[in-house]
């Protein structure tokens, strides 16, 4: 059983509501699909991807995973919590430099 919370500073300061939801979204599609590249749905007996968005001087996205797997699978979890983190990180910031191309 692990649990990550990352925050990762965006410093975007101006998105609409819709593309907020999208960004927290396509960071916990992300990271779900990250897990199950390298665990099989039967391996992983609860897995929860919480994002937050705070909007304060900078724009920060808060993703928060909890991972449990049984005593048996071998599986670094906290590594693949990290690695799933990190694309999730480079697949939003290409989103968020799609948008900011767009204005």
């Known amino acids: 059983m692990a649990e990550g919370k990352r925050v990762i500073h965006i410093g975007l300061p101006e998105l609409g509501e819709e593309e907020l939801i999208e960004i927290g979204e396509l960071a916990q599609e992300t990271i779900i699909k990250e897990v199950f590249d390298v665990l099989n749905r039967s391996d992983v007996k609860d897995i929860e991807v919480t994002t937050r968005i705070n909007r304060d001087e900078t724009l920060d996205l808060e993703i928060e995973v909890y991972l449990e797997v ?6 670094d979890v906290d590594e693949l919590i990290d690695k799933a983190v990190e694309k999730a990180y ?3 910031e290409r989103r968020l430099k799609g948008l900011a191309a767009k204005d």
Do not use: G, R, W
């Not at 049984?70 to 599986?75: L, R, T």
């Open 90 to 92: 480079e697949v939003v």
């Open 70 to 75: 049984p005593i048996f699978v071998k599986a």
